[in-house]
């Protein structure tokens, strides 16, 4: 069975610190890897997405995948109290739909 | 347009009632999907469209009925629900499947 796996938290982190946040997944030809934040009562947001193996930056936001370790994480830079979610790490392999981990939930104390 | 939009935001129906949900996007979007969420939860998927057919139904009972009556329009039809299907109710959709999803803001439904 298909299984992506993330700590559920909570990870506190004080304001201006790096957040980390892990996943891994269990299928191996797996191709597209996402970050999701989802802010209580929203809907999920997409913050990165990555496909090839190495670092991929956005702003605060750096996803790093390991396709050999099976392995993704997203790192959050500065944090701040506005990037007090849970963030939803998401795998997909060609032709089938997204399988989601059952999220990390963020808080960053000010 | 990178918009997916809901309606209704919120609805509450009785048991024996029929309701629908509505989902549109206009990104020129092939694949779009139904996902089911409660509290705490990640988004459980239910059905998923490709080039406006039923490519995938996640063993979701018959009280739910999708429709994709063209490539902008998603509808999920409910009837005779029960309380435990009280959720938020999430319409998706991507360029193609492997590609990222976009999410609408979701409709959260509560069955009396």
């Known amino acids: 069975q298909k299984e992506v796996e993330q700590n559920s938290g909570p990870l506190s982190v004080p304001e201006g610190a790096i957040a980390s946040l892990n996943c891994t997944y269990s299928?191996?030809?797996?191709?597209?890897f996402f970050w999701y934040r989802q802010y209580s009562g929203k809907s999920p947001e997409l913050i990165m997405s990555?496909?090839?193996?190495g670092d991929k930056e956005d702003g605060r936001f750096t996803a790093q995948l390991n396709k050999a370790s099976q392995y993704v994480s997203l790192l959050i830079r500065d944090s701040q109290p506005s990037d007090s979610a849970t963030y939803l790490c998401?795998?997909?392999?060609?032709?089938?739909?997204?399988?989601f981990g059952k999220g990390t939930t963020l808080s960053v104390s000010s | 347009d990178t918009e997916v939009t809901q309606t209704p935001k919120h609805l509450v129906m009785g048991m024996t009632n029929k309701k629908s949900l509505k989902c549109e996007q206009h990104?020129?979007?092939?694949?779009m999907y139904w996902y089911k969420q409660k509290a705490k939860k990640p988004p459980e998927l239910m059905f998923v469209?490709?080039?406006?057919?039923?490519?995938i139904n996640e063993s979701v009972p018959s009280r739910f009925s999708p429709e994709c009556p063209n490539s902008s329009l998603l509808n999920l039809h409910l009837h005779a629900l029960q309380p435990e299907d009280s959720a938020l109710y999430l319409c998706?959709?991507?360029?193609?499947?492997?590609?990222?999803?976009?999410f609408g803001p979701g409709t959260r439904l509560t069955v009396l």
């Open positions: 998706a959709s991507s360029h193609l499947l492997v590609n990222e999803q976009f």
């Open positions: 299928d191996r030809v797996s191709q597209s």
């Open positions: 990555i496909y090839s193996n």
């Open positions: 998401a795998v997909n392999q060609a032709g089938t739909a997204l399988i």
């Open positions: 990104m020129g979007h092939r694949a």
């Open positions: 469209y490709s080039y406006e057919k039923l490519s």
